[in-house]
């Protein structure tokens, strides 16, 4: 258990950090593999893997249309869903696209975009895919990216996390 969680520490030490002037770094704190993650400003409850094998995080995202504003600009019209059933809108500017090798070996492009996530009150923007998980068991998976010299995984146990996430006040 002691080397699992010694090779946890050095994996996040060296991993990149996540983008955001709104990061709440401190001490890292140690949560479970599956947590509770707030997305957005408005604290939207998602059941989430905390998963230090994958770069960067992804969240399950419903009726996903790309599209251009101005001549270079792409945007994205999304929705994301809650736990409690609860359904966001969310229209924003597109950083990147990413390609995800298949199990076929073809690839899907991904539209990323900058997503403020809290996770036991360790809050930062960082960047997410927006995928089909249907066909996972969790709504959103955070990857190195977010974790990295914030969070430590502790993979035999679940919803460690104890410090709540508040929504940002946008005002």
Same mark, same amino acid.
């Given at each position: 258990?002691? @080397?699992?969680l =010694?090779v946890?520490?050095?994996?996040? &030490? ?7 002037? +709104?990061?709440?770094r401190? &001490? ?7 947590? *509770?993650? #707030?997305?957005?400003?408005?604290? =939207?409850?998602m ?6 094998? &994958? ?7 419903? *009726? ?6 101005? %001549?270079? !600009? ?5 929705? =994301? ?9 969310? !229209? %924003?500017?597109?950083?990147? #696209?990413v ?5 076929t070996?073809?690839t ?8 403020? @996530? ?7 923007r960082?960047?997410?895919?927006? &995928? ?6 969790y ?6 990216? #977010?974790?990295a010299?914030?969070? @430590?995984? +502790? ?6 996390a %104890? ?7 946008e005002d």
């Amino acid at each position: 258990m002691c @080397l699992r969680l =010694l090779v946890l520490c050095l994996l996040t &030490a060296f991993a990149p950090a996540a983008a955001g002037a +709104d990061d709440s770094r401190g &001490a890292p704190a140690t949560f479970g593999y599956i947590e *509770n993650v #707030f997305v957005g400003n408005l604290g =939207l409850e998602m059941k989430g893997k905390l998963d230090t094998g &994958a770069d960067s995080s992804s969240v399950h995202a419903f *009726n996903v249309e790309i599209y251009k504003r101005g %001549q270079r !600009d792409n945007w994205v019209k999304f929705r =994301l869903v809650g736990k409690d059933g609860r359904s966001i809108r969310y !229209d %924003q500017n597109v950083v990147r #696209f990413v390609h995800i090798k298949t199990k076929t070996g073809g690839t899907l492009r991904r539209p990323v975009i900058h997503l403020p @996530l809290c996770i036991g009150g360790k809050r930062a923007r960082a960047e997410v895919n927006l &995928a089909d998980r249907g066909d996972f068991e969790y709504d959103i998976l955070i990857g190195r990216e #977010f974790l990295a010299s914030r969070i @430590l995984v +502790d993979s035999s146990r679940t919803f460690m996390a %104890q410090e709540d996430c508040e929504p940002v006040d946008e005002d």
